[in-house]
């Protein structure tokens, strides 16, 4: 009998069918089976020569597979979705019935396909793919239904009020494992919603007749092209739809009910990161593509004899069930009935009276002011709207509905939240958490709800993160964990239980930084502790994608982004640049006078802007003060804030956005980028400055309909003229999106309970114009696919002008970055790319996702391996640890080389007892510590916030760590490094800071 070997993503299924095949016969024989996903994570093949048969099922590709093939020979070899599926040895007939016993699926398919294996060796007979529903509605209490009509003629007899759809997959209705579908039912029929649960697979399959799930949404969702549902629970993972006009037709809140594989629900509650890297990217990630919101787990698996069995999470599926009745709710309920908190944000810590109403780059209190106005024309019951921003701040201070702070303690208040009522909502929490709160903050009595009331719209502060007093900030420096505050967990009780619907205005609050898992949080996380259910739709400025990820996923948010407030280049040293250039010019021509003339200005505008000048080595000077110059006055600043629902359309915005200076030179065959990096190199008698300037100024008199200017040179005149229609074209399409902002009726429809589409987000300035109409729930990037082939070849040019810029007397050996997330979702991996080239290592994708990494070879690679220590923020490890894990291995793959010490520093230091490279803060925790500590001046000597600085970032994480304390190790690596760095981006910052 021959030995049979099958590596499958859906392992257990397959043991379950090669135990029922042994039972049919008495002959012995050998099948193993492997679960791809370990054999992913792990890339150590076993021993494979004692098969004859070798049937890979994957849902992907791994390392592994090129050294399967290579070591098969001429054993049987059977492919399915992976990167070896063309290296299958069987006939095409053959090859076409297995993948439809394993599409078909089910226990009697599956049997038959194990046999169908065996029959190449032994008398073995299979019967043919038995055909299967792809789909259908199934109900604990009834049986399949393949008609959404015969079903709700069926369901009839229970009088549920509204209807929601959910979403899970076909494996666990064709193996009887619906244990967590059944308990979400049973709990969204507690609460009177009635269910429609649909069972199907996520992708469509042609070859084999295989649906996917937009099928089974228009299938079971809709009756005569109009919804029978009014939410969807989404139990899949990937994408919903890529026709966003499907959702548009759905037009409600798609709410995520996240299973979690191979984890039970144990292990899931002891694991402070929640869900691992591979269940972010699918299960999390994909689908905010299209909208989907709230990501709650409902259920873990257990391991049994015969399967893993998914195991309803209990107090996870009443979180669902309250949020999709919430939403109902707000979905079903009049304008003029509802009530909603409006929720200002202020600094954590500080002078809090001065930073209440913080919002990077939106002005809150008039934004607010647009959004009652709004509401009241919408039909809500707003009364006594302020006429602008400035009396509604004005509103605040007289009235003294603030939070006490570090200048005042005569406050007052809205609401009173009585003890009694606050005991029963503390004695509702988890043990542990009440007896953290306790220990922390003592006893609690009377708590005051600042805020003031315009009807039924109550518009209120965020609490502070601890009281900003001394003694309490302390606590907050020192411990990145602190649990809440009783009057910040009241606060958000208090909105839970009298207000419909949350809006927080602006990046960024605190609320979604607290501490609790990374992500898939309990009921044990501060988050949700103060969450709950309520819909959340939170205003958030578009080109911070990072931080916003976070309100989605931690917050519950349903992102609402707006514009960036309005930006222009500076031209603030436009007289010192232009006497530089004549300087520049007249020298290259030899006229000695006019360079004595443009020195003499020079050194006088110089002074003026305070800049200091050498003039014993005054060309030097010249040159660096020049470089200055044109990246400062390339730059760009905001002149004023954006306020939510205006659109923002002036010329001097849409020219930062469009760039036409960059065409124009593009036009001419120069390279923007180096012209701004080498400002002072003549082309055509011109400066690369210059060029810069004129080619910016000159269309902008074109646009402002002066015409072309005689003035210019005959090429720029040129240049200018053949590619002017195509800018002007670029420039009204930017106009016509910013003036087409969707801002407040988004907000609204989230407050009606409607579905807001998704968008992409990003940096308009530096060219991400599909982030422009604002107003839409912005997507961030899939983690797998960071960095970007475009990002390697940036992130390798950074690293070789970095070594350029730091290695002039000596080559570094070790180099520090400070990892933020807003690298990979604003660049796709820049940095990241830039640190895996000092390392010498370079990434392997498969198609645009990244699978791995590959050394580069010492000959190739012409310089030494340079070391690196990379200190992450919490967001980055939350969202993307698979490049921590990546960056991991190639710090390990680097240190196991066989070189010379002086060409791989990374091995010279592990040598040196330094094993770990990647640190970060403590799991749950957020944040460098030192912030708080200056922001309230807690501290006299510097050498206090390097202890504040490593007490915070001292947690080790890589492919085999998660936040493991090691504070002698950061120590041990940071007194090797030579540089510390930290890429900026965008155009609005500097280039490198160290």
């Not at 009585?418 to 609690?444: A, H, I, Q």
């Not at 040179?713 to 910013?738: G, N, Q």
Request: net charge negative; aromatic share 10%.
């Amino acid at each position: 009998m021959a030995a049979i070997l099958f590596i499958a993503w859906n392992y257990q299924h397959i043991r379950m069918a090669v135990e029922e095949v042994k039972k049919e016969f008495k002959v012995g024989f050998r099948i193993d089976i492997i679960d791809v996903q370990t054999l992913n994570r792990t890339n150590l093949l076993p021993d494979i020569s004692p098969y004859d048969v070798i049937v890979v099922n994957q849902m992907g590709w791994g390392e592994w597979e090129n050294e399967l093939v290579s070591k098969a020979g001429d054993k049987l070899l059977i492919a399915f979705k992976s990167g070896i599926d063309s290296h299958s040895n069987v006939s095409r007939k053959d090859y076409e019935i297995l993948a439809k016993y394993l599409a078909y699926d089910g226990l009697e398919n599956l049997k038959n396909f194990v046999k169908f294996c065996m029959g190449y060796f032994e008398d073995v007979k299979a019967e043919n793919p038995k055909p299967i529903p792809w789909n259908g509605i199934y109900h604990p209490e009834s049986g399949l239904f393949q008609d959404v009509e015969d079903y709700l003629e069926w369901y009839g007899k229970h009088p549920f009020k509204k209807l929601a759809g959910l979403l899970f997959y076909r494996a666990r209705y064709l193996f009887g494992n619906t244990a967590h579908v059944d308990s979400l039912i049973r709990e969204l029929e507690k609460r009177n919603i009635g269910v429609v649960p649909v069972f199907c697979l996520t992708f469509p399959d042609p070859s084999v007749g295989m649906p996917g799930v937009e099928e089974a949404i228009e299938k079971y969702f809709f009756v005569d092209n109009k919804p029978v549902i009014s939410l969807l629970l989404w139990g899949l993972y990937f994408r919903v739809s890529r026709k966003l006009e499907l959702l548009r037709r759905l037009d409600m809140p798609v709410l995520n009910a996240i299973e979690i594989y191979a984890n039970s629900p144990e292990e899931w509650i002891e694991n402070p990161q929640g869900l691992n890297v591979a269940t972010v990217s699918m299960a999390v990630a994909m689908p905010e593509f299209d909208g989907v919101i709230n990501p709650t787990v409902f259920s873990g698996e257990i391991r049994t004899p015969a399967i893993l069995k998914a195991i309803p999470i209990d107090e996870r599926i009443k979180r669902i069930a309250e949020q999709a009745e919430r939403w109902l709710r707000l979905r079903d309920k009049p304008n003029s009935a509802k009530r909603i908190a409006i929720i200002l944000h202020s600094s954590t810590v500080g002078n809090s009276e001065a930073n209440v109403g913080t919002a990077l780059g939106l002005d809150s209190f008039e934004s607010v002011v647009e959004i009652l106005r709004a509401m009241n024309e919408r039909g809500y019951t707003v009364e006594n709207i302020p006429s602008s921003g400035e009396e509604l701040v004005k509103l605040f201070v007289e009235n003294k509905q603030i939070w006490p702070g570090n200048w005042s303690f005569n406050t007052s208040h809205a609401f009173l939240v009585e003890k009694k009522t606050y005991e029963r909502w503390f004695e509702e929490l988890p043990e542990k958490v009440r007896t953290s709160m306790l220990e922390e903050w003592g006893d609690y009595d009377d708590i005051p709800i600042p805020g003031l009331l315009f009807g039924n719209v109550f518009v209120t502060i965020q609490p502070h993160r601890a009281p900003v007093f001394d003694e309490n900030i302390h606590k907050l420096i020192h411990d990145p964990t602190l649990p809440v505050p009783h009057y910040y967990y009241a606060f958000y009780r208090f909105i839970n239980e009298f207000f419909d619907a949350v809006v927080h205005v602006g990046k960024h609050g605190s609320v979604e930084w607290l501490p609790g898992k990374a992500i898939g949080l309990s009921n044990a996380c501060f988050p949700d502790i103060c969450l709950r259910s309520i819909p959340n739709a939170y205003i958030y400025i578009v080109n911070n994608p990072a931080e916003g990820t976070q309100a989605k996923r931690r917050g519950y948010a349903t992102i609402i982004d707006h514009l960036s407030p309005p930006m222009q280049s500076s031209q603030r040293y436009v007289e010192l640049e232009t006497a530089i250039e004549e300087y520049l010019k007249a020298r290259e021509r030899e006229l000695e006078e006019q360079c004595k003339e443009a020195k003499r200005r020079i050194v006088e505008l110089a002074k003026q802007h305070d800049f200091s000048i050498n003039e014993e080595n005054f060309d030097d000077e010249v040159l660096r003060i020049h470089s200055k110059l044109v990246e400062q006055d390339s730059s760009l600043y905001n002149y004023g804030l954006h306020t939510f629902g205006r659109p923002d359309s002036d010329d001097d915005f849409i020219a930062s956005i469009v760039k036409p200076e960059k065409a124009i030179l593009e036009k001419l065959g120069v390279d923007y980028g180096e012209a701004i990096n080498n400002p002072s190199k003549l082309y055509n008698g011109y400066t690369m400055g210059e060029l810069v300037r004129m080619s910016r100024s000159a269309f902008l008199t074109v646009i402002r309909g002066s015409g072309l200017s005689e003035d210019l040179p005959e090429f720029l005149l040129k240049a200018l003229t053949d590619i002017k229609d195509e800018i002007i074209k670029r420039w009204e399409d930017v106009r016509t999106r910013l003036e087409n902002i969707q801002e407040i009726k988004n907000l609204l429809k989230c407050l009606d309970g409607r579905f807001v589409e998704p968008a992409a987000s990003g940096d308009i300035t530096r060219g991400r114009i599909e982030a422009i109409p604002t107003g839409f729930n912005f997507y961030s990037v899939d983690p797998r696919t960071i960095p970007s082939k475009t990002a390697w070849e940036v992130g390798k040019r950074l690293a070789e002008e970095l070594i350029q810029k730091i290695g002039e007397s000596k080559m570094p050996e070790s180099i520090a970055f400070v990892q933020w997330s807003s690298d990979p979702m604003n660049t796709d991996g820049e940095q990241i790319a830039e640190i895996l080239y000092l390392l010498g290592v370079k990434p392997v994708w498969n198609g645009n996702r990244v699978e791995g990494i590959e050394v580069i070879p010492l000959e190739e690679l012409k310089r030494p391996r340079i070391d690196v220590v990379v200190r992450i923020s919490g967001l980055f490890r939350d969202v993307f640890m698979n490049l921590v894990e990546l960056i991991d291995e190639a710090v390990m793959k680097v240190a196991s080389l066989d070189e010379p010490l002086e060409m791989n520093y990374v091995r010279k230091h592990f040598l040196e007892g330094i094993k770990h490279r990647i640190f970060g803060d403590m799991p749950g925790a957020y944040g460098a510590g030192v912030n708080h500590a200056i922001n309230t001046s807690c501290w006299e000597k510097e050498e206090e916030l390097a202890e504040i600085f490593v007490e915070w970032g001292c947690y080790v994480y890589g492919k085999s760590s998660y936040g493991e304390r090691n504070e002698e190790e950061l120590k041990a690596c940071l007194k090797r490094v030579d540089a510390v760095v930290r890429n900026h981006y965008t155009d609005e910052w500097e280039g490198y800071i160290r």
